[in-house]
Structures are given as C-alpha cells and as structure tokens.
C-alpha cells in the first residue's frame, strides 16, 4: 500500500514504515503529524484518485528530526576576462520524517 501526498509544497510518494526528507515543518521532534492531502491511493491494485485530493485519507507520521541540513550546494558566478568570481554556499534545513500509517 502506498500513497502520494502533498507535504510543504512538494509531493512525495510515502509506504508505511518509510522514512523521508521534507522542506523544515513547525513541529517538534517526537512530535505526531497528519497530512490529509492525499493525491493518490493504491492498496494492492484498488486506486483511487482523489479530485483534488482523497476524501477521508490520512498520512500519519512522526518527526525524528527537526534540524537536518541538506547537501550543501555550491553557486559559482563568473564573468570571464573581467576578472571576477564569486562562490556561495547554501544548506537548506530539513526535517526527517517516518512514517507510521497510511489510514
């Protein structure tokens, strides 16, 4: 059984017992988290499509983490023959998600 959900923006498809990366949500680690925005459901090839989204469906899940950080990414600038470069680095904050049923 699996399911597509919409968690801060982003779609992300989840099975129980899963753990996943999501954009930094306001909860505290060891917190409890519903989504109720289930795009899609299949349970053993009965799939239902939600319009916009699944009525009654439920994602529940619990924060392991609350300050990961993501890989950094690098951004070079460069204009060439003027003599200039720069390099900036940025990590985006995340939050790491298991997630317990699919309800």
């Known amino acids: 059984m699996y399911a597509i959900v919409d968690i801060a923006g982003q779609q992300f498809k989840v099975e129980a017992g899963m753990e996943i990366f999501v954009n930094r949500l306001a909860a505290e680690k060891g917190a409890a988290v519903e989504f109720d925005k289930v795009l899609l459901l299949d349970s053993e090839g009965n ?57």
């Open 47 to 103: 799939v239902k499509v939600g319009a916009p989204y699944v009525e009654g469906a439920v994602v529940k899940a619990t924060v392991l983490d609350d300050s990961c950080k993501a890989d950094k990414v690098l951004v070079f600038k460069k204009k060439r023959r003027k003599g200039y470069q720069k390099l900036n680095g940025h990590r985006q904050y995340l939050t790491k998600l298991q997630i317990n049923e699919i309800a």
